[in-house]
């Protein structure tokens, strides 16, 4: 008998929720909320949550009913605990707690940057790899030793896709500002020097941010862009390759949204490359925040007896993922 | 002798010198790859030196080319595999007179402290600077905490020993160790 578990994520600005089992998605149904202007306002991408977060779960029992799948036979239901923005987090845990009780199966709440890692090496062959997890809000490099996903770097200030969004937005760039910035570069004609920040196992953005908006006086957009990219994603590079090194691990795997830029995966390539180590990435609906990354690592909860429990389904905005105790590896 | 490829140099051993160069990152556009590279290797010698007239051990430079160092061979055991109580609170204490003496190491693991005769060596300053702010040595510290909890069992009493050797030598440790603190909580959602 295959389990079957439901997971929500919304700690940000995508509501998405899925179905999946040991083998596959079942079914995903998702809900973009997109500013008008600007970045994420908080509020609004929890106001747009609630708006939809039931149609959202309706259609995909509708979904999963079509496909002979009775609502009532799934074995647990799994939410994003953090983490995220807390009234986005907020209003995902009411919704799940709603669904655990009608349904009447158990809950769990699950680390979302765990997810990221768990889909990746579901859906790629990566079987311990060195994580690169880029996003928006988070830059860590991540491995696992015994019994913990360790955090063996990370930004020291802003996350990646926050630095790149912020600097697209004062350069006029509509959000988000990553994939426009990754358009820009491909245009370059020289590169400009930035800050290149690595502190031991950490590396900062925010020096190189503002450095970058500064330039843009002075530099073409095409130029800053390309240099912006060189820069940031180098310092994240070297600190993977320094995580490799020092686990003695020979295989990296990419995680987060910012893992769509092509950039970042031929520096990724290379690096593992002179160093005889494998790379790998997974589809790309599986990079971005998506549904079916929570309901996964809400099956491998569930399969090894972490269930959480609506009384310690409470969320916390700044859950680290070296807080997990690790119970499926 | 080939010692090891770490993350960035080769280092060679030849009798009692250590050859450590920094190798070429084809990741990196080239004129980034270049000016890193240099700026460590030189930054490195520097330091190294300033450090040891803070009376803390560390390799004596015999020669200082583009990508390239040569040293004195440091013939002791990594902290790595000897690192306990004892032994932390002495590279407490050491790291206080740095810190003291306005130096930030950038990379303090276990893997860059030599024990030998006794004496904890630093080495590895490619990535060190000056910097007298509690923010700059507030990382320091986080840097070496994060090694003890991500390759070390007994990780609460290392950080508690190290903390009073800490304390000894630098007036500003309780900061620093406050610090420390706020760094693990950033880089996440406020
Ligand atoms: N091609 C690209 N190049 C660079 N950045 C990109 C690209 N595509 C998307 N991004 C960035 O990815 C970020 C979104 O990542 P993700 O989908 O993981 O969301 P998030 O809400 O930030 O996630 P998390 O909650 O995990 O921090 C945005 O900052 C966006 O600019
Ligand atoms: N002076 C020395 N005496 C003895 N051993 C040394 C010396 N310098 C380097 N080593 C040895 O070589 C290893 C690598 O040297 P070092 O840490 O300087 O290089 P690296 O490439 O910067 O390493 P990392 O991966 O830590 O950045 C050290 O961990 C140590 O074992
Ligand atoms: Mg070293
Ligand atoms: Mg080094």
């Known amino acids: 008998m295959k389990t079957r578990i439901l997971g929500i994520e919304g700690t940000a600005w995508n509501l998405s929720a899925a179905v999946v089992d040991e083998d596959d998605v079942i079914s995903e149904v998702t809900e973009t909320y997109q500013p008008d202007t600007g970045g994420i306002h908080p509020r609004e991408a929890s106001q747009h949550h609630a708006k939809y977060a039931s149609t959202v779960i309706q259609k995909l029992l509708e979904n999963i009913k079509s496909k002979g799948i009775d609502p009532k036979t799934l074995d647990a239901v799994a939410f994003s605990q953090g983490p995220g923005l807390g009234p986005c987090l907020r209003t995902v845990a009411t919704a799940s707690r709603m669904l655990s009780l009608t349904l009447d199966i158990p809950i769990i709440g699950v680390n979302h940057c765990i997810a990221h890692i768990e889909v990746g090496k579901w859906k790629t062959p990566a079987k311990d790899p060195v994580v690169l997890y880029v996003s928006g809000a988070n830059s860590q490099v991540l491995a696992y030793r015994k019994g913990k996903y360790r955090v063996f770097g990370e930004t020291l200030d802003v996350g990646i896709g926050n630095a790149l969004d912020k600097f697209a937005r004062s350069a006029g760039l509509n959000h988000p500002g990553g994939p426009r910035i990754e358009k820009h570069a491909k245009n370059f004609e020289k590169y400009v020097p930035l800050p290149y920040v690595v502190k031991g196992m950490d590396f900062s953005f925010s020096g190189l941010t503002t450095a970058a908006k500064d330039a843009l006086e002075n530099e073409t957009m095409e130029d800053v862009c390309y240099s912006f990219q060189e820069t940031a994603f180098a310092m994240m590079v070297e600190v993977t390759e320094r995580a490799l090194a020092h686990t003695g691990k020979n295989e990296v795997l990419l995680a987060g949204g910012v893992g769509a830029n092509m950039r970042l995966r031929e520096m990724l390539d290379i690096m593992c490359n002179d160093r005889g180590a494998s790379f790998y990435v997974p589809e790309k609906r599986f990079m971005g925040d998506n549904g079916a990354m929570i309901a996964y690592l809400g099956l491998l909860m569930y399969r090894s007896g972490s269930i959480t429990g609506l009384k310690d389904s409470h969320v916390d905005p700044n859950f680290r993922p070296d807080s997990v105790e690790v119970t499926w590896i | 002798m080939y010692l090891t490829q770490g993350a960035e140099a080769i280092v060679k051993q030849e009798e009692d010198i250590i050859i450590k ?170």
Not at chain 2, 84 to 98: A, D, H, Q, V, Y
Not at chain 2, 172 to 187: C, F, M, P, T, Y
């Open chain 2, 21 to 190: 160069e920094r190798i070429q990152k084809r990741y990196r556009i080239k004129v980034l790859d270049d000016k890193i590279r240099k700026e460590r290797t030189r930054a490195e010698a520097r330091l190294i030196s300033e450090t040891r007239r803070l009376g803390i051990p560390t390799p004596i430079i015999y020669d200082i080319q583009n990508f390239k160092i040569e040293m004195e061979y440091i013939d002791g055991e990594p902290l790595k595999n000897v690192i306990n109580p004892e032994l932390s609170k002495r590279t407490g204490e050491l790291t206080g007179l740095l810190h003291s003496g306005g130096i930030i190491h950038g990379d303090l693991t276990t893997s860059n402290l030599i024990l030998k005769d006794g004496r904890i060596y630093f080495i590895d300053f490619g990535l060190a600077f000056i910097d007298r702010t509690i923010e700059a040595q507030g990382v320091d510290v986080h840097v070496l905490f994060q090694t003890f909890e991500s390759t070390h069992e007994d990780h609460e009493k290392l950080i508690n020993a190290f903390y009073d050797g800490y304390k000894q030598k630098y007036i500003h440790a309780d900061k620093v160790l406050k610090r420390v603190k706020d760094i693990e909580k950033r880089g996440r959602y406020a």
